[in-house]
């Protein structure tokens, strides 16, 4: 976790990057987490057999990593902070030659105000069981 202790202090520090010309979107700005640059998800194909599932769950038995499903799409997402995060100040030490995904990424599906807004979030190998049981998936 960052060790910023205050929002003032986290704000003026990326107020100081405003003021070398390296543009901070207001809610970038208020994003103590900087959530974005802690993941990255990849799509997997949609489970439709027992094997699949008990493919899903060898994936949660691992750790920093989750599964969600948004739209009926299936995603694996692996927890693991961007090499190129600054700890202290949750700045992208490359900000001007980051990676395009980077560049793509649009405030308007900014994680900061909500818990991502997925249909369904598989934190565990236990919270995939219990879903497997309630959809009988498995008994």
Known sequence: MPR???EKTRVK????RLMRGVPVH???ARCLPAKCCRYFSLEIDRPTSKRD???LLWFLAHGNV???LTDSSWFLMVHNDCVFLNQKTNLCKIYE???QMCMEHSVDECEFDSDYGFDEHFKSYDD???WMKRKKIIR
Do not use: E, G, H
Not at 13 to 16: A, E, H, I
């Open 4 to 6: 910023i202790k205050t």
């Open 26 to 28: 207001p809610k970038c």
């Open 128 to 130: 995939l069981m219990r």
């Open 97 to 99: 030659t980051r990676p």
């Open 13 to 16: 520090r990326k107020s100081d």
């Open 53 to 55: 599932y008990d493919d």
């Open 66 to 68: 989750s599964i969600y």
